[in-house]
């Protein structure tokens, strides 16, 4: 990838910070602005960046600097119509941070929009790009482990701050919305196909109108079946394991991985791999997209299954019942 893509940034909160070191490492990524509506938010991530062009209005930035790529960086609440905005405002393609939507039928609306205005829209599931998840899904296809018959994925964290967007409902969090979905994802892609049926439980909070824990199984038919846990208030904790006839394999560092080396563990022996930047392998894999018609490595397709599972386990933990998910 040789040409210059022009980035700008809505949302300069926590994660925004990973997006903008992934374009300051690359020579082809070019963070050219950046949006958020509280000025010292704003002007802290500026600052750290370099970024001359600011603004509180995500439309008057699209408008004057005319970006390639917009990241949408802000609470999953809002990015219907950042999403919106950025098809208006005439952006090439769209990596929206993780989860996409609220739900399905927002999914849905995004396809048809930027599909309408051909746009390439992303979620951000960068742990998609890392080279340990592509080589373990390698290995996998070439039979190291035989077929798959059971996923579990873990995902939790300390985090009791009522203020963060993740522990509020208003914002779209719950454990499912920020630490779930990474769950959920593996586990469909590493088996390859959808879940039929779910049950979950889980912690939930009036007051705030979230989930704070969510465990659950998953039925995939033909034997298979996976395991999540998701939540706040606990340990920090990240891992998948992968079960099949003749083997096995665990990543015990399962969504952080960067440069450098990481591992996992194969049938007990542990294979080393060389890490990359995930957040600017997803920006370079979509920029490309642009270019080349190159494959996004998180379709959209994939995205509204994604949602409508985790529609699914919300209806089941608040139900107490099994639920078949929408096809």
């Not at 996409?100 to 929009?113: D, F, G, H, T, Y």
């Not at 979230?210 to 199984?217: L, P, Y």
Request: aromatic share 8%; with cysteine.
């Amino acid at each position: 990838m040789s040409q210059i893509y022009r980035i700008a940034i809505v949302g300069c909160g926590g994660i925004s910070h990973a997006h903008g070191n992934a374009c300051l490492e690359s020579e082809q990524l070019d963070l050219v602005a950046a949006c958020d509506i509280n000025p010292q938010t704003l002007q802290n991530f500026a600052d750290q960046f370099n970024i001359k062009h600011t603004y509180s209005d995500l439309r008057q930035m699209l408008e004057k600097q005319a970006p390639d790529v917009l990241v949408i960086a802000t609470w999953p609440a809002t990015h219907l119509n950042n999403i919106l905005e950025a098809v208006r405002g005439n952006v090439r393609a769209i990596l929206c941070e993780k989860p996409l939507a609220l739900n399905a039928n927002q999914v849905k609306q995004m396809i048809q929009i930027t599909k309408n205005h051909n746009v390439l829209l992303m979620e951000g599931f960068m742990y998609r790009h890392h080279p340990l998840t592509l080589t373990i899904k390698q290995k996998i296809e070439s039979g190291e482990i035989g077929e798959i018959r059971y996923v579990r994925s873990t995902f939790t964290t300390s985090l009791t701050d009522y203020t963060n967007w993740r522990l509020r409902g208003d914002l779209g969090g719950g454990a499912m919305m920020d630490l779930g979905c990474y769950c959920i994802n593996a586990i469909r892609y590493f088996i390859g196909s959808e879940p039929k049926r779910v049950w979950t439980s889980g912690k939930y909070v009036f007051t705030t109108n979230v989930w704070e824990t969510v465990c659950g199984t998953f039925d995939f038919g033909n034997g298979v079946s996976g395991q999540f846990d998701s939540g706040f208030g606990t340990l920090w904790r990240e891992s998948y394991e992968i079960i099949g006839t003749t083997g096995s394999i665990l990543a015990p560092v399962a969504w952080g991985n960067n440069r450098g080396n990481t591992n996992f563990i194969l049938n007990g022996e542990t294979i080393e791999v060389n890490g990359v930047n995930p957040f600017e392998a997803e920006l370079s894999n979509l920029c490309q997209a642009t270019s080349t018609n190159e494959t996004l490595l998180v379709s959209l397709e994939d995205s509204l299954n994604n949602a409508r599972v985790i529609d699914a386990i919300h209806e089941s933990a608040q139900s107490g019942r099994c639920i078949a998910i929408e096809k």
